[in-house]
């Protein structure tokens, strides 16, 4: 099983939309969280870290689920520049080291 | 201010041939990274410096692959003898270290082509 998974997708989405992606993690000692956003063939860029108690971004939502190991991410009136790969990323617990997921790709259609 | 920058953006080499990939941090960032991403592929860690400790390198997979940080800022990927297999983009990212998890900053990546 790997450490960090994620559903590849694609998950496609009118316009205006709202879509949630899950990421399952295998470390129970885990205790950093973070949602990545990745265009096609660019660097990822941090889209937003993910608290305790959940928290908001404007239309991005993110909440942790300690019990299951998982957390999610919804987005909100789907806007096509929302269309990338969002990538799930989780710290190995008690290391600096951060593993990735393979990445959800979401494609937002007009 | 500057983000991560790397050098070179793309660079095609034959099998067999050694290869250094460079980045240079965000200024004052004590943390580097250095990841794989093959085509249609997640993120591969394969080393990690941060200040003065000893680079945690259980990503790098295998002896042809070394990396060293100078003066804590520039650091240098080297592939000896490269192989199809490396073939990859390799990202390197920077950050600051926090109680709240550390935002990485990636640099654009250096596009490996081994033919």
């Known amino acids: 099983r790997k450490e960090v998974e994620q559903d590849p997708g694609p998950f496609n989405v009118p316009e205006g939309a709202t879509v949630a992606f899950n990421c399952t993690y295998s470390n129970s000692a885990s205790q950093s969280f973070f949602w990545y956003r990745q265009d096609c063939r660019k660097e990822p860029k941090l889209l937003m870290s993910v608290y305790s108690s959940g928290n908001e971004d404007g239309r991005f939502t993110a909440q942790l689920n300690r019990a299951s190991q998982y957390i999610s991410l919804l987005i909100r009136d789907s806007k096509l520049s929302d269309s990338a790969t969002y990538l799930c990323?989780?710290?190995?617990?008690?290391?600096?080291?951060?593993?990735f997921g393979t990445g959800t790709r979401l494609k937002v259609l007009a | 201010g500057a983000g991560v920058s790397q050098s070179p953006s793309n660079k095609v080499t034959e099998k067999g041939k050694d290869v250094e990939l460079r980045c240079d941090p965000i200024s004052g960032h004590t943390a580097l990274y250095w990841y794989r991403q093959s085509l249609g592929q997640g993120l591969e860690f394969l080393i990690y410096f941060q200040g003065n400790s000893a680079p945690d390198k259980s990503g790098l997979p295998s002896d042809r692959f070394s990396a060293e940080r100078t003066g804590g800022s520039v650091s240098t990927l080297t592939i000896q003898r490269t192989q199809q297999e490396d073939s990859a983009v390799y990202l390197c990212?920077?950050?600051?270290?926090?109680?709240?998890?550390?935002?990485?900053?990636f640099g654009p990546g250096t596009r490996l082509t081994v033919l």
């Open positions: 990212a920077s950050s600051l270290v926090t109680g709240r998890g550390n935002e990485q900053f």
């Open positions: 990323v989780v710290n190995r617990g008690g290391t600096y080291k951060y593993i």
